[in-house]
């Protein structure tokens, strides 16, 4: 039984909380739709966007117009005849020196670059990362040391060594040439990438996988790579998009027979004789930058998720 | 026979003495505790032990064979660690087998120690769930019965229950225990939760700066400690330690300290000789406080701790702080002057200078 003196405290407490029961604010507080926060933070937002969003605006408006009507002058302006003959003429027919076969014969070397490039570079590096971060050998500091510093080398000092290295080994102006550079290139900033996704792993983790009689391989492919997938789209990202954005190489280790995609949009796009077909140019342009584009909207969640999953520990 | 052996152990990080020259023998069906504060270097005894870390000089024996440069899944041990380790992309199946299946065990092998193991850990309806889906408890059961499946004759834990909540923890801990008794198998346990050492092994070694400092059953480690160090890290509330001085009494020595002197009749060891300079320590329960001017001694209350069952009283004594435990209910408050028993064949003393037990 509660004691008396105790009951009459707690009804004392209720009366006490009943009196505030019904004065001032109550609930959540109130948000206005038009603070000074919010104008601030919309207004910057929405002009940023306006500023990146207005030449990708342009570009497509000007590549679905017909060239009397751009000589007309309103750039902004939407088209008053839809036509979607330049983006045929830039994909099928335009010429670069001797070709006319379009933008289309850049694309497909630009994807036999891509491909091979990208998977090899990946996986190599992801090895790499994965021996640096969970296979400490003598040395393995240095060597991760020296393959960093590879990242703040300017890629114009070595354009000429590795020319000379590539006419030795017999791959300049090939294929296979660009892609062994891209591989080499991208292997620092992706060991980098990889070593740390790897060192966030817990390390107890590699340990029982030991204990569980799991070799260096084994460890790799059933283990780490299963949960490597996040920073595998990170890397595929990157890759594909520096690969695929890349001129100074492929102008430099290429022949204009299999020259990548931007650098026959650079041809179409310099060309000086005839008339300038600034729809046909649009549209190249715009066409070259689809893959990276597609391939961002596709991941770009998975994007920032492994990016920052590897940020937390380096 | 010896089940784990562990000679001159020594492992150097560049300059740093991790381990040096550490001796061990592991009884067939032992269970050891290596307890200690963190970085003394018990994990990394684990480890070596489990051949996850190159040592640097020694040997290590595992049922008489020399395991030193084995790896780690020849050696015969199975281990579980403090944040479980599952692999996170498989079952609560996948983690058991996988180990069985890099061994190339046959199918139908793999099955029967894997019902056999989830039997005895009772995660029969957790095999087809992933890690994620399931408690801080549940997982660390799979931890230990991934371990289990190895059917091995070595377990060792690293610090196990660690990232477990109080009431999880002392669930398991009982498990374990029972684990033990029904394995028999010889398991090593790395802990710095000196109940978990105290409650589960038949011997506790605590480490300190890479050194085992007394390996003994946990009755002797709490009643006689081999010095002040294993004095206060076992022991919860701690144990008290009294500064003072040896003289020369009527039939046995006295520890003096200010203006008190209690007799050391009955002491459990060797009775120093007079005018060495020593520590006295007193657990908690075995001070008895009295009403004032009925105890030998004299002290002041200084503030009253209650624990529910029991209650921590803090003294003045000699004017050094001295705890006590008293019943619930003793009533006594701040300023209160008391009296006191010592029970001295429960004591410890300690030589100032080496720090060792006398």
Known sequence: MADPSTLAAAVAADTAIEAHAHAGPRGARPRLAFSRRNVFLYGTLIVVALYYLLPLYIMVVTSLKGMPEIRMGNIFAPPVEITFEPWVKAWATACTGLNCDGLSRGFWNSVR??????????????????????????????????????????????????????????????????????TIFGMPILTLLFRNYFASIPEELFKAARVDGAGFWGIYFKIMLPMALPIFVVAIILQVTGIWNDFLFGVVYTRPDTYPMTVQLNNIVNSVQGVKEYNVNMAATILTGLVPLAIYFISGKLFVRGIAAGAVKG | MSSIVVKDLTLTYGSVNVLNKLNIDVAEGEFIVLLGPSGCGKSTLLNCIAGLLDITDGQIFIKDKNVTWEEPKDRGIGMV??????????????????????????????????????????????????????????????????????????????????????????????????????????????????????????????????????????????????????????????????????????????????????????????????????????????????????????????????????????????????????????????????????????????????????
């Open chain 1, 113 to 182: 670059i891509t491909v091979p490039s990208v998977v090899l570079s990946i996986a190599i590096a992801s090895v790499n990362g994965y021996a640096l971060s969970n296979w400490r050998f003598r040395g393995s500091e240095t060597f991760f040391t020296i393959l960093i510093f590879g990242a703040f080398i300017p890629y114009q000092v070595m354009l000429y060594p590795v020319v000379i290295i590539l006419r030795e080994i017999g791959l300049y102006g090939t294929l296979w040439g660009l892609i062994v550079v891209h």
């Open chain 2, 81 to 358: 660690f403090q944040s479980y380790a599952l692999y996170p992309q498989m079952s609560v199946r996948g983690n058991l087998s996988f180990g069985l299946k890099n061994a190339g065990l046959p199918k139908p092998e793999i099955e029967t120690r894997i019902a056999r193991a989830a039997k005895i850990l009772q995660i029969e309806p957790l095999l087809d769930r992933k890690p994620a889906a399931l408690s801080g408890g549940q997982r660390q059961r799979v931890a230990i019965a991934r371990a289990l499946v190895r059917d091995v004759d070595v377990f060792l834990f690293d610090e196990p229950l660690s990232n477990l909540d109080a009431k999880l923890r002392s669930e398991l801990r009982v498990e374990i225990k029972r684990l033990h008794q029904n394995l028999e198998n010889t398991m090593v346990y790395v802990t710095h939760d000196q109940i978990e050492a105290l409650t589960l092994a038949d011997r506790i070694a605590v480490m300190r700066g890479g050194i085992i400092q007394q390996l003994a059953d946990p009755k002797t480690i709490y009643n006689k400690p081999a010095n002040l160090f294993v004095a206060g890290f076992i022991g919860s509330p701690a144990m008290t330690m009294l500064k003072g001085r040896i003289e020369p009494g009527g039939d046995v020595p006295v520890f003096r300290s200010g203006d008190a002197a209690v007799p050391l009749a009955g002491y459990d060891g060797h009775a120093p000789a007079p005018g060495r300079e020593v520590i006295l320590g007193v657990r908690p329960e075995h001070v008895t406080v009295r009403p004032a001017g009925v105890g030998a001694h004299a002290a002041r209350v200084d503030l009253d701790e209650p624990m529910g069952s029991d209650s921590l009283v803090w003294l003045t004594f000699a004017g050094q702080p001295l705890s006590a435990r008293a019943a619930a209910d003793h009533g006594w408050r701040h300023g209160d002057a008391v009296g006191l028993d010592f029970d001295v064949s429960k004591a410890s003393i300690f030589d100032q200078a080496s720090e060792q037990r006398l």
